[in-house]
């Protein structure tokens, strides 16, 4: 994953990208919370992708780094991809596309085409996939949702493994971490 | 304020450094809201003040943005100093004691204090303290905070002008935005 490791762009260009995209996220996520008991603020999960990927995946890349920040503002408020396009890029752009659920599918069928299509999503799209699949997995294993099942949860993590299996071979870091979740992290 | 303009951090460090301080933050202030109808998460006003401070005041120096967004975290969350200082070093920490309210005060007292140390702080703490009011007065303009009378508002302005006053000559840019505010942006 060579490209996900430079670091071509200038620390003006770095601080300016992160900036723009942490404030364009936090307002678009502003009335979202996760689903823990706790209410968390929603854009601390974004947050905490961008995090996982950069401490923890050794990504570098500006790109990576901001499509993580922004991978859930379309499918999860009113934002468009040309807004993001307008304002990051086509290049952060084509990342959030990868990794947008089409919400117009039923539950079921947006579930069934991560795992179909994450092996040809691009080293940047798996990278983001694993992170959130990381974050969610870790939030699971601290509280079940409200309104889920244990089951459900179990399940959660049968069908993350199925996705993130499409995604091996561009980040080791967090193909290990991945592993260590699915082999000791299940939830009992 | 050319200290505050240097570009001297590798853009690995920048993007570390406000990822993490990101983090840190958002942890930090998961359970706290803005005082506004909205109830929009409190992160929300750390990550706007970072941006005043780098889009508007032009303001480039990794601590400063990292202060800025680690600026309630003392004084609104049980964050303590030492904690800023093993994960972001002194020179952090030192900006955020200069924005930080000692709690055990009474308010007034506290208000008071902010106007007479304002002209003795750092050139860093300066534009912190601008660009927190900067981003406090357009929220005042844009809804009064629940329980608060027009008349407090107003005098949030007044006081928000004594305190900005003692933080002039540093930053043409933030001066001139809290100039326009203070004339032409009064709540009515
Ligand atoms: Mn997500
Ligand atoms: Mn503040």
Redesign the interface.
């Known amino acids: 994953m060579a490209s996900l490791v430079n670091?071509v762009?200038?620390?003006?260009?770095?601080?300016?990208g992160?900036?723009?995209a942490?404030?364009f996220a936090?307002?678009k996520h502003?009335?979202q919370k996760r689903k823990d008991a706790?209410g968390?603020?929603y854009?601390?999960h974004p947050?905490?992708v961008?995090?996982i990927l950069?401490?923890e995946g050794g990504v570098?890349d500006?790109v990576t780094?901001q499509a993580a920040i922004l991978h859930d503002t379309v499918e999860d408020t009113d934002t468009s991809f040309d807004e993001i396009t307008a304002n990051f890029g086509s290049e952060v752009t084509d990342v959030v596309k990868e990794v947008t659920d089409d919400k117009s599918l039923p539950s079921a069928e947006r579930k069934r085409l991560q795992v179909v299509t994450a092996p040809h999503k691009s080293d940047r799209g798996k990278a983001v996939k694993m992170a959130d699949k990381i974050y969610n997995l870790r939030d699971l294993q601290k509280s079940v949702p409200i309104g889920w099942s244990i089951e459900r949860a179990q399940q959660y993590f049968s069908w993350a493994q199925k996705v993130t299996n499409g995604c091996r071979g561009i980040n080791s870091n967090l193909e290990q971490i991945l592993d260590n979740l699915y082999s000791n992290g299940k939830i009992i």
């Open positions: 670091c762009d200038s620390s003006v260009t770095v601080m300016s992160i900036l723009k942490m404030n936090a307002l502003s009335f706790a968390t603020p854009i601390n947050i905490g961008a995090n950069f401490f570098k500006l780094i």
